[in-house]
């Protein structure tokens, strides 16, 4: 069955650095596109960063633009999300998306905790 799991979060200091690392199986990785979302309590889930399966091309919140990077590695079926200078706000559950509108499929990871707090 597909699997989609995250590792990488933990608890940084504010302008910490922690890369998220989304592993995918039981799909062909390559057409899917991927993004991260987030979600803290009491606020609804946050479409972050996004990577083309076609392309590459990328896009990001306002919130994180010039601060998180994603990126892809199909040889690896693995996605992630570089996030730097880490503020108190950016705080939640982030979750891996992985999706292919063509055949109409999306799966989600199951989350990895991101605390930023000194």
């Known amino acids: 069955q597909v699997q989609l799991v995250e590792s990488g979060g933990g608890l940084v200091q504010p302008g910490g650095s922690l890369r998220l690392s989304c592993a995918a199986s039981g799909l062909i990785f390559r057409t899917y596109d991927v993004n991260w979302y987030r979600q803290s309590p009491g606020k609804e889930r946050e479409l972050v960063a996004s990577?083309?399966?076609?392309?590459?091309?990328?896009d990001y919140a306002d919130s994180v633009k010039g601060r998180f990077a994603i990126s892809r590695d199909n040889a690896k079926n693995t996605a992630y999300l570089q996030m730097n200078s880490l503020k108190p706000e950016d705080t939640a559950v982030y979750y891996c998306?992985?999706?292919?509108?063509?055949?109409?499929?999306?799966?989600w990871g199951q989350g990895t905790q991101v605390t930023v707090s000194s």
């Open positions: 998306n992985a999706q292919n509108l063509f055949i109409l499929k999306t799966y």
């Open positions: 990577i083309l399966s076609t392309n590459g091309r990328t």
